[in-house]
Nanobody, 121 residues
Framework: QVELVESGGGLVTAGGSLRLSCAAS????????MGWYRQAPEKQRELVAD???????NYAESVKGRFTISKDNAKNTLYLQMSSLKSEDTAVYYC???????????????WGQGTLVTVSS
């Protein structure tokens, strides 16, 4: 199985920056996709950014140019560098892993517990 643990959330003023981390442990398949999602109060969870194992990235329009997703394969850690934060970025941010995971190679999707980001205006 796979376990994801996020860290790095907190309170920041508008215009500031934060970096979120997601440490993955367990059976991490080399071919996978990982991403960051967020859920604001009374809103649905939405994709923020994701990255494939070959480095292709995808961003929500609302964060393009402000957020950068990256990962350190040696450390099995996913990052989200957030800059120029806005009050509307306030949400719980969740890490996501998905792969056809060994040993069964059945589709596996795992979520972290979430980390709260609060942007004050």
């Amino acid at each position: 199985q796979v376990e994801l643990v996020e860290s790095g959330g907190g309170l920041v003023t508008a215009g500031g920056s934060l970096r979120l981390s997601c440490a993955a442990s367990g059976t991490i398949f080399s071919v996978n996709a990982m991403g960051w999602y967020r859920q604001a109060p009374e809103k649905q969870r939405e994709l923020v950014a994701d990255i494939t194992s070959d480095g292709r990235t995808n961003y929500a329009e609302s964060v393009k140019g402000r957020f950068t997703i990256s990962k350190d394969n040696a450390k099995n850690t996913l990052y989200l560098q957030m800059s120029s934060l806005k009050s509307e970025d306030t949400a719980v941010y969740y890490c996501n892993y998905r792969a056809n995971n060994p040993p069964s190679y059945r589709y596996l999707e795992v979520w972290g517990q979430g980390t709260l980001v609060t942007v004050s205006s």
